[in-house]
C-alpha cells in the first residue's frame, strides 16, 4: 500500500495556530457564557420550593436545547459584525486571488458530475446546458467535462436520459466532453455512485465538482473555484452555500426568502468559526480527487440498519476523513454563482428530513472514533443535535406541564407564573431567537441599493414581519415530526431511497396533507385543552406552540398553493428578479423543453420500454449505451430467453421491475425483443403490443413492420 502524498503546509497569509484558537476562544467564550446563564436562571426558577426529579430532567434537556440556541445566536452575531462593521475576513478565500490570478488560465482537469435518480429529465439536462454554455463563455471549458451518473431505476426516465444525453451532445457538439452513464445496480445509493465514478474515472482528473440534480452554478464560479484550489494546494475540499432559486409555492417563496434575507451572516460566522475545519454538504462544491480517493472511503457502520450498514449522511464524513488526512476544507462565502432548488412544501421537506435524520443519527457511533480533528466531531454532534433537539424540545414541554398540573394542587410552583428569574429568562430566549433577525432587517432596510437583491424596503419589511408567523408556526411541527423521525430510528425503523419533488412540480395534495398531521393536530388540541383546565396562565405560555401545531393541515395546504404574494414584492429575491443569466437561460430553455409523452394512457406506465423496443434510432441508442457481459452462462441465456417470451405474449405487466431491468440491460435480447415485435405483429403478441405497434405506426405515418418481414 503506498504512502499518502503529504498535503503542502498552508499559504493564507495570517492563518496561523494561534489565529485559530483565538476565533474559537473567543466563540465558545461567549457561547459559553450565554448557556451557563440561562441554565442557571431556569434552575432558580425551579429550585425555589426545592428539586424533584422533574425539574432536573428539565434542567437536563433545556442544556443542549440552549447550548443550540446560543451557537446559532452568536454565529450569527459574529456575521452581523463583519457585514455592518463594513469590516473583511482575512480568511475570507473569495478574496484571496489577485486580479491577474482571476484572469489566469486553469491548466488543471476537472470533472462536472451530476448523480440522478428517477429525476426530471428536461430539468437535468437543461442545467447542464446552461453550466457548459456559460463555461465555454470564460474561455475555459476545455478543462472541464461534464458527467450524468444515473442511478435511475424508472424505465421511462432511462431512456428519457438516454434520448436527452444524445440530443444535448448533438446540440452544443459535446461529444467526448459530456457523458452518460447507468450504473447496473445502484449500491451504496449516491454516495456509491461517486465512489464508482472515482474507481473508474478519477485518476483522469484533479478536481471533481459535486453537483445535486436541482443544481446549477456559473461559469465564473466554477473556473474561480478550480484557480482557488490551484492556489491552494492543501485544500481538499471548496463548499459553497447555495441559493435557493425557483420556487413556486408559498412554502417555497417563504423558505427561498429566508435563505436569501439572513444567509449572509449565518456565512460569515460559519467562516469564522469553522476555517480550515468546515462541513462538506454533498453538492455544489469542488474536490482534490486524488487525497478524497485515497482516504475518504466510507467505512461501513456496525450492526445493520439505521444505526449501522451504509453510511447515509456521507458528505460529513468525507469531509472529517479529508482533515483527517491532513487536508483542509473551507467554506466559500460567495452570494453569487451557486444555486439549488428548495423542497415546495412541508410534507417534501419532512420527507427529505427523514432520510437526513437517519444519516445524522448514525454519527453517533462516529463521535467516539479515534483521529478526528475537534471541530470534525463538533460537526458530528451539531449534526446529530439538530435532529434530537426536536424530541428534547418536546419532553421540555411535557415536564413544564406536569409541573403545571402539580402546581394546581399545590404540589409545584410552575415556571410560567412570571418570577424574576423566569422572566428574565424568556426575555433572553426571546432575544437569542429574535435580536439578530432585527438586526439583519435593520441592515436591510438602511440599504442604499435594497432594489438589487430584494422588491423594495416595504416589500422586506412584511416579508420579514410574514416569515416570522410562518416559522413560529413551522417549527412546533418540525419539534413533533422530528421527534418521530428520531424515536423510529432509535426502534430500529429504516428509510427508503426515494425520488426527490422539486419546487416546480404540482404541489397541493389534500389528501396527503390531511392524513400526515390530522393525527399530531388531534394531539395539539387534546393537550391545549388539558393546559387550560390545568392553569389559564400556563396556557397563554404554551400556546404559541400547540396552536403551530393544531393549524398543521391548514398551513400545509395553504403555503402548498401559489398564491405567495408574488404580485406585491413579498417573498421575492434577487434570483427571482434580476436572475444572472444561467438562471434566465435556464428558465427559458425548460419553457421550450419537450419530453415525448405516451400518445395513449394505457402506454404511460411503460412508455419507455416501448420507445427502446419499437423505435429503431431509439433501440440503437440504448444497446449502443450497453455493456456486453463478460461471461453469460447458460442458465442466465435460459432466464432472459424466458423473460424476452413473456414480455412478447403477456406485455410488460407480466414482468416486475427486477425482471423488466434485466430485459433493459441485455443488449442481445433488446435486439432480439425489437425484431420479434415488428416481426411477429399480430401473431402471439399481447393485446398492449398491438395496441403500441398501431400507436407508433401513427405517429410515425411510416409503418415499419414491413422492414422486418
Known amino acids: 500500500m503506498t504512502t499518502p502524498e503529504l498535503p503542502p503546509p498552508s499559504n493564507i497569509p495570517g492563518y496561523t495556530a494561534a489565529a485559530i484558537r483565538k476565533r474559537r476562544s473567543t466563540f465558545?467564550?461567549?457561547?459559553?457564557?450565554?448557556?451557563?446563564?440561562?441554565?442557571?436562571?431556569?434552575?432558580?426558577?425551579?429550585?425555589?420550593?426545592?428539586?424533584?426529579?422533574?425539574d432536573f430532567l428539565m434542567i437536563g434537556v433545556f442544556t443542549p436545547l440552549f447550548y443550540q440556541l446560543s451557537v446559532g445566536f452568536w454565529t450569527a452575531m459574529i456575521g452581523l459584525f463583519f457585514l455592518m462593521t463594513g469590516r473583511k475576513d482575512q480568511f475570507d478565500l473569495a478574496r484571496s486571488l489577485s486580479e491577474e490570478e482571476r484572469q489566469g488560465n486553469i491548466g488543471a482537469s476537472t470533472a462536472i458530475i451530476m448523480p440522478v435518480y428517477n429525476e426530471d429529465v428536461s430539468r437535468v439536462f437543461e442545467g447542464l446546458r446552461v453550466m457548459y454554455l456559460s463555461l465555454e463563455k470564460t474561455g475555459q471549458l476545455e478543462h472541464f467535462d461534464f458527467f450524468v451518473l444515473s442511478d435511475s431505476d424508472n424505465p421511462n426516465k432511462w431512456v428519457e436520459e438516454e434520448l436527452a444525453w444524445l440530443e444535448l451532445c448533438r446540440q452544443l457538439n459535446g461529444f467526448g466532453r459530456i457523458f452518460y452513464r447507468k450504473r447496473r445496480k445502484p449500491i451504496n445509493r449516491k454516495s456509491g455512485n461517486v465512489s464508482d465514478f472515482c474507481r473508474r474515472w478519477g485518476k483522469r482528473y484533479r478536481y471533481l465538482h459535486a453537483l445535486d440534480a436541482d443544481s446549477v452554478m456559473s461559469g465564473d464560479l466554477l473556473a474561480q473555484m478550480v484557480r482557488i484550489m490551484e492556489k491552494h494546494r492543501n485544500i481538499g475540499i471548496l463548499q459553497t452555500a447555495p441559493r435557493v432559486f425557483g420556487a413556486g409555492t408559498l412554502f417555497g417563496r417563504v423558505m427561498q426568502f429566508a435563505h436569501a434575507a439572513y444567509g449572509e451572516p449565518f456565512m460569515a460566522g460559519l467562516n469564522y468559526l469553522a476555517l480550515g475545519d468546515a462541513t462538506f454538504w454533498g453538492h455544489n462544491a469542488i474536490?482534490?480527487?486524488?487525497?478524497?480517493?485515497?482516504?475518504?472511503?466510507?467505512?461501513?457502520?456496525?450492526?445493520?440498519?439505521?444505526?449501522?450498514?451504509?453510511?447515509?449522511?456521507?458528505?460529513?464524513?468525507?469531509?472529517?476523513?479529508?482533515?483527517?488526512?491532513?487536508?483542509?476544507?473551507?467554506?466559500?462565502?460567495?452570494?453569487?454563482?451557486?444555486?439549488?432548488?428548495?423542497?415546495?412544501?412541508?410534507?417534501?421537506?419532512?420527507?427529505?428530513?427523514?432520510?437526513?435524520?437517519?444519516?445524522?443519527?448514525?454519527?453517533?457511533?462516529?463521535?467516539?472514533?479515534?483521529?478526528?480533528?475537534?471541530?470534525?466531531?463538533?460537526?458530528?454532534?451539531?449534526?446529530?443535535?439538530?435532529?434530537?433537539?426536536?424530541?428534547?424540545?418536546?419532553?421540555?414541554?411535557?415536564?413544564?406541564?406536569?409541573?403545571?398540573?402539580?402546581?394546581?394542587?399545590?404540589?409545584?410552583?410552575?415556571?410560567?407564573?412570571?418570577?424574576?428569574a423566569g422572566l428574565l429568562l424568556l426575555v433572553i430566549t426571546i432575544g437569542l431567537l429574535f435580536v439578530p433577525k432585527a438586526l439583519i432587517l435593520f441592515r436591510q432596510l438602511t440599504r442604499k441599493d435594497i432594489e438589487k437583491d430584494f422588491h423594495s424596503k416595504k416589500a422586506v419589511f412584511w416579508s420579514c414581519t410574514l416569515d416570522t408567523v410562518f416559522f413560529s408556526i413551522l417549527a412546533p411541527i418540525l419539534m413533533m415530526f422530528h421527534s418521530k423521525f428520531v424515536i423510529f430510528t432509535v426502534l430500529g425503523r429504516g428509510v427508503k431511497w426515494a425520488s426527490q419533488r422539486r419546487s416546480g412540480d404540482d404541489a397541493v395534495d389534500w389528501e396527503e396533507s390531511i392524513l400526515t398531521f390530522a393525527g399530531v393536530s388531534a394531539f395539539a388540541l387534546v393537550w391545549a385543552a388539558f393546559a387550560l383546565w390545568v392553569n389559564p396562565t400556563f396556557f397563554l405560555w404554551i400556546s404559541p406552540v400547540l396552536l403551530g401545531i393544531a393549524l398543521a393541515i391548514p398551513f400545509s395546504i395553504i403555503t402548498a398553493g401559489v398564491q405567495s404574494g408574488r404580485k406585491r414584492g413579498f417573498f421575492a429575491t434577487k434570483e427571482e428578479l434580476n436572475p444572472p443569466w444561467v438562471l434566465s437561460q435556464l428558465e427559458k430553455n425548460l419553457k421550450r423543453a419537450h419530453v415525448r409523452e405516451a400518445p395513449i394512457p394505457q402506454l404511460a406506465k411503460n412508455y419507455g420500454l416501448l420507445q427502446s423496443l419499437l423505435d429503431p434510432y431509439v433501440n440503437a441508442l440504448h444497446v449502443s449505451l450497453l455493456r456486453q457481459r463478460k461471461r453469460v452462462t447458460p442458465e442466465s441465456r435460459d432466464y432472459l430467453d424466458a423473460l424476452r417470451r413473456r414480455l412478447v405474449k403477456d406485455g410488460p405487466d407480466a414482468l416486475n421491475k427486477r425482471e423488466l431491468s434485466a430485459v433493459m440491460y441485455d443488449p442481445d435480447i433488446m435486439l432480439r425483443l425489437h425484431y420479434d415485435l415488428w416481426s411477429g405483429s399480430g401473431d402471439g403478441l399481447s393485446a398492449w403490443w398491438d395496441t403500441a405497434i398501431r400507436q407508433y405506426n401513427i405517429l410515425t405515418r411510416e409503418p415499419v413492420t414491413a422492414l422486418y418481414r
Open 28 to 54: 465558545f467564550a461567549v457561547v459559553g457564557i450565554t448557556l451557563m446563564a440561562g441554565v442557571w436562571l431556569l434552575a432558580v426558577s425551579l429550585g425555589r420550593n426545592g428539586y424533584n426529579a422533574i
Open 287 to 420: 474536490i482534490r480527487l486524488a487525497p478524497f480517493i485515497e482516504s475518504c472511503g466510507l467505512p461501513e457502520l456496525p450492526g445493520r440498519e439505521p444505526f449501522g450498514g451504509h453510511i447515509l449522511s456521507h458528505d460529513f464524513v468525507e469531509s472529517a476523513l479529508m482533515t483527517k488526512a491532513g487536508y483542509q476544507v473551507w467554506l466559500l462565502p460567495v452570494h453569487e454563482g451557486s444555486y439549488e432548488e428548495g423542497p415546495p412544501t412541508i410534507i417534501d421537506t419532512l420527507k427529505r428530513d427523514r432520510r437526513w435524520c437517519q444519516g445524522n443519527m448514525q454519527h453517533f457511533w462516529l463521535l467516539f472514533a479515534k483521529g478526528w480533528a475537534p471541530l470534525a466531531r463538533l460537526n458530528f454532534l451539531h449534526g446529530i443535535l439538530s435532529y434530537v433537539a426536536s424530541p428534547l424540545w418536546f419532553v421540555f414541554l411535557l415536564c413544564a406541564t406536569a409541573l403545571a398540573a402539580m402546581d394546581r394542587h399545590g404540589g409545584h410552583k410552575t415556571i410560567a407564573a412570571g418570577e424574576n
